[in-house]
């Protein structure tokens, strides 16, 4: 699961240290680098840098793999697989995918495509003819694209995560969801309709979508840790998961055998496995060059706008190149690949036994460790429309104050919903009282715009991101603490 979710940093260091031993790097010396470490990329300032972080943000246990040109450069496991048994993470720990694994699920939906067996913008009811007539505009690509105005769901409100379901009993939970938008007008990430997906892959492959992974996929690619989660299974080297409650680690939450095979995120897979996928990615494998230029093009909306967002990847820019990549939650788990596509193409993916950390930071940092040009920028733009920043200083206070009402939102993004904003006021008010936002970047993502602000709190420092309708609606919000 991915979605925009207000998050709080802790600072607090976690007391654990031990580690398998990196790969070597070179050593030499360096430039100073807007990040505070090293510009070269010898094995130290990784190594600091992703040790910082686990304390930091107290996360047990990371594994990263570093590719240059589809080569592993730097492969390191840190901090703890296992706490209960103290076991060191390695490269070759399997952690839970989160959400990466959309990207598999499209490369299914491509080779059936291919197969002739689906069809992108065929309607949907011709897979599935029992949904309702609400659905009769949403198409195959509508899924892949989060396009198709189906609704997030929410574990212990539409589906209780300790119970297991049929897929029948899945579709009728979801067909008595109503659409918020039509479909294609807008883009909101949906994990339901990924789920959705895998379900009609199976049926239309007339095999269990992870069983078409498997044949077509992973064994080809030679990734032999990946695959469907199973807490039934003896998985060598598996990691076990965790999360922060209040302000004390624990396990990971029982999720029913079931759940665990949906195509929204079910997957198991070592960094080294990984690094193969996006090899296969880069080199355009299992697939025709068509079908990977539609799986990374920004999806159109109904307006002619682009929205970033392909088949399973986000499409980004960073410091004039473009990037590939997306991220999830897993439960206890967090997961982030990404990829600076182009000559000599540098991927990193990063994965951690601790759920809601903000790897796509932590993958940025360390790929501009490599190139010091994808760094984020901290110079600030110039703020043409501050009536704008008044209306997010506004909302940050009303927020904060538990005073947000449901006409603020343009619709119920998914992990954003109106009745958790309490929730979301205890957070914020953890921070401190805002004394300035500095506007760092503004962005156009289909019809709608993205602030993003540095927030200087009382008691930090913290990355606001707001996205705004083109009627002043809040689609999506964030604030994390650095």
């Not at 209960?84 to 399997?94: A, D, I, R």
């Not at 895998?198 to 990734?223: N, Q, T, W």
């Not at 990193?348 to 932590?362: D, E, H, S, T």
């Amino acid at each position: 699961m991915l979605s925009w979710i207000i998050v709080a940093c802790a600072e607090t260091a976690f007391a654990t240290s031990a580690e398998s031993p990196p790969l070597s790097q070179e050593q030499g010396n360096e430039p100073a680098h807007p990040l505070g470490i090293s510009a070269n990329p010898h094995a130290d300032s990784v190594d600091d840098y992703v040790r910082s972080e686990l304390a930091r943000q107290r996360i047990p246990g990371a594994a990263i793999a570093v590719t240059r040109g589809g080569k592993v450069v730097k492969a390191a496991g840190y901090g703890y697989a296992n706490l209960e048994h103290q076991v060191p993470v390695k490269p070759e720990t399997v952690f839970q995918s989160g959400s990466i694994s959309k990207q598999l699920a499209a490369t299914v939906a491509m080779l059936l495509v291919e197969d002739g067996k689906i069809a992108l913008d065929e309607p949907l009811k011709k897979y599935l003819p029992d949904a309702p007539s609400a659905w009769d505009g949403i198409t195959v690509r509508h899924l892949l694209t989060h396009t198709s105005g189906i609704p997030e769901y929410e574990w212990g409100k539409d589906f209780d995560m300790r119970k297991d379901y049929t897929d029948d009993e899945r579709l009728r939970i979801v067909y008595r969801m109503k659409l918020e938008f039509v479909p294609g007008s807008r883009w909101n990430y949906s994990d339901t309709g990924y789920m959705v997906l895998g379900i009609l892959l199976s049926r239309a492959g007339r095999e269990f979508y992870g069983d078409i992974l498997k044949h077509r996929v992973f064994e080809p690619l030679g990734m032999k840790t990946a695959g469907i989660i199973s807490e039934e299974d003896v998985i060598p080297n598996r990691a076990a998961g965790y999360r922060l409650v209040t302000d004390e680690i624990k396990n990971q939450k029982f999720v029913s055998p079931s759940n665990y095979k949906t195509a929204d995120g079910s997957l198991c897979w070592s960094v080294l496995d990984i690094a193969k996928w996006a090899d296969a990615a880069r080199t355009n494998a299992l697939l025709k060059p068509d079908s990977w230029r539609e799986m990374t093009t920004a999806v159109r909306l109904n307006s002619g706008k682009a929205y970033p967002y392909g088949f399973g990847w986000f499409i980004d820019e960073w410091g004039g190149k473009q990037v590939l990549e997306h991220g999830g939650f897993g439960s206890g788990f967090t997961a982030q690949l990404s990829r600076r596509v182009g000559d000599d193409e540098l991927a990193v993916a990063v994965l951690c036994n601790r759920v809601g950390i903000p790897l796509g930071k932590m993958t940025r940092d360390i790929m501009a460790i490599y190139e010091p040009e994808l760094a984020v920028s901290e110079k600030p733009i110039e703020d043409k429309e501050p009536g704008t920043t008044t209306r997010v200083r506004d909302f940050l206070a009303r927020a904060t104050a538990g005073k947000t009402v449901e006409s603020d939102f343009a619709f119920l993004q998914g992990g954003f919903r109106q009745e958790r904003m309490h929730k979301f006021a205890e957070l914020l008010a953890s921070l401190g009282e805002l004394k300035s936002l500095a506007l760092l970047e503004r962005r156009e993502l289909g019809d709608d715009v993205v602030l993003h602000y540095l927030g200087q709190f009382v008691k930090t420092t913290a990355d606001v991101r707001i996205q705004f309708t083109a009627d002043q609606k809040v689609s999506a919000f964030s604030v994390q603490a650095r």
